[in-house]
T-cell receptor
Framework: GDSVTQMEGPVTLSEEAFLTINCTYT??????LFWYVQYPGEGLQLLLK?????DKGSNKGFEATYRKETTSFHLEKGSVQVSDSAVYFC???????????FGAGTTVTVRA | KAGVTQTPRYLIKTRGQQVTLSCSPI?????VSWYQQTPGQGLQFLFE???????NKGNFPGRFSGRQFSNSRSEMNVSTLELGDSALYLC????????????FGQGTRLTVV
């Protein structure tokens, strides 16, 4: 079945540092890929998405590129802020089984 | 535009009881999915409904059930609660019919004692 593997955390960074969270996937079809973010006590918020190979999703300074050849969708941000502290989830949907498959989540803490 | 609304936000129940959780989707969204989030198992898919029909179900025991109403609102029910059912239950909605992204509610935190 479909699965997502993402970098184990926790990750602790200083403000203005570069962030990258690795995500690779296994899927039988041609999935859409997502990054969701979860702040303490909240549900999940969609951060960005990509629906086909070489698509780049971007939002709030975060970027991720759909790489079909390496089955990857790594999340990057050039200069993190304290407000970026959260748990980040990589997810896929193959659009035929009407569900999202999630990675385990990566906890990111940004220190001032 | 109102977001996905889940009620109640917090719930404490005793083992053996049953519980019903509610999810009201974003206006125009006809697909509703439910997920269970726990520290040990992460985010696991429970079921998905579209136009009152269950289209997919995750690997959970029959104690977990759901339904969707004609106005797209959905409920999930857990009967004979066990301590291991303690979790954050998240509802996600989308337009359905090929729509890509799903939008999540804030969740219902269920504690079974």
């Amino acid at each position: 079945g479909d699965s997502v593997t993402q970098m184990e955390g926790p990750v602790t960074l200083s403000e203005e540092a570069f962030l990258t969270i690795n995500c690779t996937y296994t899927a039988t079809g041609y999935p859409s890929l997502f990054w969701y973010v979860q702040y303490p006590g909240e549900g999940l918020q969609l951060l960005l998405k990509a629906t086909k190979a070489d698509d780049k999703g971007s939002n709030k300074g975060f970027e991720a590129t759909y790489r079909k050849e390496t089955t990857s969708f790594h999340l990057e941000k050039g200069s993190v802020q304290v407000s970026d502290s959260a748990v980040y989830f990589c997810a896929l949907s193959d659009r035929t089984d009407y569900k999202l498959s999630f990675g385990a989540g990566t906890t990111v803490t940004v220190r001032a | 535009k109102a977001g996905v609304t889940q009620t109640p936000r917090y719930l404490i129940k005793t083992r053996g009881q049953q519980v019903t959780l509610s999810c009201s989707p974003i206006s125009g969204h006809r697909s509703v999915s439910w997920y269970q989030q726990t520290p040990g198992q992460g985010l696991q898919f429970l079921f998905e409904y579209f136009s009152e029909t269950q289209r997919n179900k995750g690997n959970f025991p029959g104690r977990f059930s759901g339904r969707q109403f004609s106005n797209s609102r959905s409920e999930m029910n857990v009967s004979t609660l066990e301590l291991g059912d303690s979790a954050l239950y998240l509802c996600a909605t989308s337009r359905g019919e090929g729509a890509v992204e799903a939008f999540f509610g804030q969740g219902t935190r269920l504690t079974v004692v």
